[in-house]
């Protein structure tokens, strides 16, 4: 009992700090937000330059979303995220050149294999933070050189995502411990991310499974229902 009391205060830690932390970001982020688009609209600038503000524009959009996201963890209910039809192809591949280019700096690579056809009923931006969280810790796990492996396919109704890599592994214990709050075998880890992905998966019926195996690797097995006609 002392223990669920222990877990729940500490939950309680992680909201109020979430809250406080997502809202220092935010007003930063309108502040820089608000100058890109008075570049955007400067004749000054060339097409070319004006193009890259609107992807720093976009990219800022998403920081916003997600914070609002860790506001609503925080808070919930205070925030409605809107659920809408999410091409997970269009996503993946997204995700995949945004971190392609990270996992790049130490040569680990990613390889994705989409099945056509796979969409899922969920907030978008939600779907992407899944999405970057468990590819970032695939590619965090591996070694120098490595692949990592995104399949998606539709299995009785339901899509199937699979994220596979080839690092450290866990063990039973290691796997039993993800998604609690501060949990993170890393230096510089947060051990927050598995938390706030259990949370979204969760929320949409979802399910996520983690196979793994210490020094051989591991698999995260994602289900999400599959919208009606494909
Ligand atoms: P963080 O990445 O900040 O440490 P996470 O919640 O994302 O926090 O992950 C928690 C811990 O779970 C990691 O520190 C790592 O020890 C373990 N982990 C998660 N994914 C993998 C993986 N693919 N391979 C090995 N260990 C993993
Ligand atoms: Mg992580």
Known sequence: YLEQVQQSERLQMVAHLTAAVAHEIR???TVVRGFLQLYQQNPAFDAADRS????????????EQVTSQFLSIAKPNREILVDEKVHVQEVLEGVASLLGSYAMLSNKHIDIEIEEGCT???NAVEFKQVIINLIKNALEASDTGAM???TARLVKQKVEIKIVDQGCGMTEEEVKALGTP???LKTNGTGLGLMICFNIVEKVNGTIKYV?????????????PATDGG
Not at 52 to 63: C, G, H, P, R, Y
């Open 120 to 122: 899922i009923f969920m």
């Open 27 to 29: 007003n930063p982020v």
């Open 212 to 224: 793994s195996e210490k020094g051989v690797g591991t698999t995260v097995i994602l289900t999400f």
């Open 52 to 63: 890259k503000f609107a992807l720093m524009i976009d990219e800022l959009n998403t920081v």
């Open 148 to 150: 990592v492996h995104v």
């Open 182 to 184: 501060f949990y993170s």
